[in-house]
């Protein structure tokens, strides 16, 4: 089932590709993304990390995966 769904077949293509280009690929591929979904779960992490503290590397990958996927997704 192509649809970027996260299923193992599409995280072994995904690799090691940012989330947001993932989005653009699937979408480049004709599939039709949850890119809100993937938006809020990177929203999930973001505050999770803040809350506790830690993932200091991880942190500005974050957020510019943010800025990315919060130009590439229609919130409504």
Known sequence: M???CGSPSCNRERG???PADW???CRRRGWQPDGL???RAL???DRAIADR??????RPYLAGQ???MS???DPS
């Open 2 to 4: 192509p649809s970027g």
């Open 16 to 18: 090691h590709t940012s």
């Open 23 to 25: 989005l653009l690929e």
């Open 37 to 39: 979904a993937v938006l």
């Open 43 to 45: 929203q999930a992490l």
């Open 53 to 58: 503290g830690g993932q200091r590397r991880a």
């Open 66 to 68: 943010l800025r990315r």
């Open 71 to 73: 130009r590439e997704v």
